[in-house]
Each structure stands twice: as structure tokens, then as C-alpha cells.
């Protein structure tokens, strides 16, 4: 298929689907660290060359419930919506990962079933994957991100604004660093 079919998110999610029908699957997940050059070509990432994806994609149909994979308090809840190529309605967790406090990302939502201040327990709900019109004009899928060395963080919504799901790929080594995998969070 043509790569830039992944900048329609009706073609995408229609592609995604496809996907789990074929292989009797409810979602799928992918993307940490993942060279995105091809698929992304023409949006506002290449402006940068913003190709490298730090977090990571699961992969499910709009309206799909989404739950804590770990307990801590809600820092941050916000959207960015309308904006394409936003975030959408996201929350931003303090959690313990691997013994340190890490930040963890949930973006792409429909809106926020939780509020800044409020500590969640593992399985506790946070909201829904949202579709195109809520969650930056993407296809249905939660951006999950963890950020490290976030003690000097003061303000929030400002990082939330200034970070991105993107980075440059000679900046690999130091983004996988800033930003480490979250998939032992999801599959704990």
C-alpha cells in the first residue's frame, strides 16, 4: 500500500482493522523508537525532521476504554484540540518506573475522565481512545510516552506544549534515554 495512506486517518484506522480482523486481534501496538520517515513525510514533522517516534501506538477502534497501567497522580490533564497533528485531550501521570519517577503521557483521548491532583491505582480508568475530530486528526490509537528526569518540572502545561511524540533520528541514543520504553508498564 501507498505509505502516505497513513496521513488520512480514515485510510489509516480502516488499515489498522484490517489488520486485526485478519489476524482476530482487538488492538495492536508499535512504534517506540520506530524510523517513521517513510509515513510521515508531508506533515508538520518534516518541517524539523522530526522521524524518530519516542513513545509508543496501541492500536484500537475510537471509544475503546483506556486504563491505568500503574498507579500515581494526575499532574497535567489538557487538549490541544482542534489542532492537527496535536495531542489531543491527554493526561499527563507521575508513576515509579523502575525506581524512578517518571512522567507517563496518555494522548489521543476523547476527553478525560480524570482531574489534575487525583491519585489513580493500576486499572483505574483515565478515558477513551478518541477518533479523528478529538485526538489531533490522527487514526484511533493512545500515544503512550514516559519522560525521566522531570524533577525540575514546574509548569505542567508548558511542558506539555513543548514536548513532542517526535524526535531526530541522529538523536536516537539521548531520546531513548529521556524518554524510555513504556511497554514493560503496559505488560507488567
Same mark, same amino acid.
Given at each position: 500500500?501507498? =505509505?502516505?495512506?497513513? $496521513? ?5 484506522? @480502516? ?27 508531508? =506533515?508538520?514533522?518534516?518541517?524539523? &525532521? /522530526? ?19 500503574? !498507579?500515581? #497522580?494526575?499532574?497535567?490533564?489538557? +487538549? ?12 499527563? *501521570?507521575?508513576? #515509579?518506573?523502575?525506581? &524512578? &519517577?517518571?512522567?507517563? /503521557?496518555?494522548?489521543? /483521548? +476523547? =476527553?478525560?475522565?480524570? +482531574?489534575?491532583? !487525583? ?8 478515558? +477513551?481512545?478518541?477518533? @479523528? =475530530? *478529538? ?8 500515544? $503512550? *510516552? ?7 518540572? #514546574?509548569?505542567?502545561? @508548558?511542558? !506539555? ?6 524526535? @531526530? ?6 531520546? !531513548? ?7 514493560? $508498564?503496559?505488560?507488567?
Amino acid at each position: 500500500r501507498e =505509505t502516505r495512506a497513513f $496521513l488520512n486517518p480514515d485510510i489509516a484506522a @480502516k488499515m489498522a482493522e484490517e489488520n486485526h480482523n485478519e489476524h482476530n486481534r482487538e488492538w495492536s501496538f508499535g512504534g517506540w523508537m520506530e524510523d517513521r520517515i517513510t509515513i510521515r513525510r508531508g =506533515t508538520y514533522l518534516e518541517i524539523k &525532521k /522530526l522521524w524518530l517516534h519516542t513513545g509508543i501506538d496501541l492500536n484500537a477502534r475510537a471509544g475503546t476504554p483506556v486504563f491505568c497501567p500503574v !498507579s500515581g #497522580t494526575i499532574v497535567y490533564v489538557g +487538549t490541544d484540540a482542534p489542532l492537527i497533528g496535536g495531542w489531543g485531550y491527554h493526561v499527563i *501521570q507521575l508513576v #515509579t518506573f523502575r525506581g &524512578k &519517577k517518571h512522567a507517563l /503521557l496518555y494522548a489521543h /483521548l +476523547t =476527553t478525560a475522565e480524570v +482531574t489534575e491532583g !487525583s491519585t489513580l491505582r493500576r486499572n483505574d480508568r483515565i478515558g +477513551t481512545i478518541g477518533d @479523528k =475530530t *478529538q485526538n489531533g486528526f490522527w487514526r484511533p490509537h493512545l500515544h $503512550l *510516552q514516559l519522560f525521566a528526569e522531570i524533577d525540575h518540572v #514546574t509548569d505542567w502545561a @508548558k511542558f !506539555s506544549h513543548d514536548m513532542d511524540g517526535y524526535a @531526530k533520528l541522529s538523536e536516537r541514543a539521548e531520546w !531513548s534515554w529521556i524518554c524510555p520504553d513504556p511497554t514493560p $508498564l503496559v505488560f507488567a
